[in-house]
């Protein structure tokens, strides 16, 4: 059996023994195996998600087929989320900084300019 396919679930979850699940879809199991595989189903919503999906598939030789693609989908899924969060860095960036130090000192400009003026016309502050 081809590696990647054995690999499924085994980035996930150390405790899952890949060999068993394909196994179980190929009802290769005694009953005693198979209500342990069931039991882990039962432990874990992402593993039962998994398991249905690759119950469905009618043709057991197409699983390959489709692990491949879904790896591939991952894969570009990944990518683009990555890039997506570096050029949101970059955006984000020192320019938030800039700004506040800009309106920071123009606040700091406008008190100094409002109590020259106000001292020229003799008001004072408090």
Not at 3 to 24: R, V
Not at 36 to 47: G, R, S
């Amino acid at each position: 059996m081809n590696d990647d396919l054995l690999n499924i679930l085994s980035n996930d979850n150390k405790d899952i023994d890949t060999q068993l699940l394909m196994d179980y879809l190929n009802g290769k199991l005694s009953a005693a195996k198979k209500h342990e595989v069931e039991k882990m189903m039962a432990d874990n919503d992402l593993f039962t998600d998994a398991m249905e999906g690759l119950q469905q598939i009618r043709n057991k030789k197409d699983i390959q087929t489709y692990v491949e693609q879904m790896n591939r989908d991952l894969q570009k899924s990944l990518t683009k989320k990555r890039l997506r969060r570096e050029k949101r860095k970059l955006r984000e960036g020192p320019w938030g900084y800039v700004a506040v130090i800009v309106i920071i000192m123009l606040c700091i400009a406008c008190y100094y300019v409002i109590r020259k003026i106000m001292a020229a016309h003799g008001h004072t502050f408090s």
